[in-house]
């Protein structure tokens, strides 16, 4: 055994007044949690979106997400809970703060949160993707640190300084062995980086469309297939490889098809009816308007309106001098109009019309 390794926790539950049970598990989980939506709402805001977009979407995407996790952790184990060979009665498939969370299940599932909230709110499922991908990645490497205290989901065994120690007995463990491959760190390092790249890919290649979200899945799940298949906990196999893998490997080839695919896409994403501001707004967004444009359809609006605005500017036909394109009517002619009930109005009218023209031009609005 080596002289250095990395320790693991002594205990994963605290208990509060000696009642109340406060699981490290569940601390990890919930961290991560309000990292990813602390990021997610500076991106959002960045890019232009309204401010509390992202903290009200994780309402929706939280509970689906929670739910969706623990259904794909039952579905792939279910042996762990039914059936002779249970080692867990089955109403223990409810009890979540235990730990056992599948990412796949939690992603699929928030995301349909996600599109619910989105639907409610008028802004593209497309957009917030893209916007929160290098925070859930944050947040699945803060969470993964919740199998740590759990001595859970480690590797085989590994006899360096880096080495993870786990106590003799828990499932996996290899008789006169107490040092394995600490997979939760190298997953919540991998994770990290993944964070890292979509940032940057996101500003240098100005990734929209999805396609962000597309490159943080293809690189999680790039890693989470080696990591997978260092682990020697129990799991469901398929030709030799667990079932994990063979999720990874699919998804992964999924999310570069999408990447590819979504690189022709230029129609507008919508940011809500009320966004705080345009694609200007947004530091990874080209600007469609030159500088200064803006300003000069601003002047000319306002020019126009001013117009309208001035006293007499409807009242010049009724004198009969006429505006351009209008026939002059003889003296005579007009002073009998004149006299008629509603004809001097009706010039009055056509004036306000014609001057108020310039205001009625519709102007371009920058491209979000």
Known sequence: MPLATIPSPSQGVWHLFGVIPIRAYALCIVLGVIVAVWLGERRWRARGGQPGTITDLAVWAVPFGLVGGRLYHVISDWQLYFGADAVHRPIEALYIWQGGLGIWGAIALGGVGVWIGCRRRGISLSAVADTVAPGIALGQAIGRWGNWFNQELFGGPL?????????????????????????????????????????????????????????????????????????????????????????????????????????????????????????????????????????????????????????GAGEADTAGTGAPGTERAPAGEAGEDAGK????????????????????????????
């Not at 979509?198 to 297939?225: Q, S």
């Not at 509603?342 to 108020?356: I, N, P, S």
Request: net charge negative; proline share 8%.
């Open 341 to 368: 009930p509603g004809e001097g109005q009706a010039g009055e009218e056509t004036g306000a019309g014609d001057g108020g023209g310039g205001a009625a031009r519709a102007v371009p609005a920058p491209d979000k």
């Open 159 to 311: 006899n360096t300084w880096w080495a993870l120690r786990i106590d003799p007995g828990r499932p996996g463990t290899v008789p006169g062995q107490e040092t394995y491959h600490p997979t939760f760190l190298y997953e919540s390092i991998w994770n990290v980086g993944v964070a890292l790249l979509v940032i940057w890919a996101g500003k240098r290649f100005h990734l929209r469309h999805g396609r962000a979200f597309a490159l943080y899945v293809a690189a999680y799940t790039l890693g989470r297939a080696w990591i997978e298949a260092l682990r020697v906990d129990p799991a469901n196999e398929i030709l030799g490889l667990r079932l994990n893998v063979w999720t990874a490997l699919l998804v992964f080839i999924g999310a570069i098809i999408y990447f590819i695919v979504a690189a022709g896409r230029t129609t507008p994403e919508s940011l809500g009816a009320d966004a705080g501001g345009g694609a200007g707004d947004d530091p990874e967004a080209p600007r469609d308007t030159p500088p200064g444009d803006e300003t000069t359809d601003t002047a000319e609006t306002d020019t126009a309106e001013t117009d309208a605005a001035k006293p």
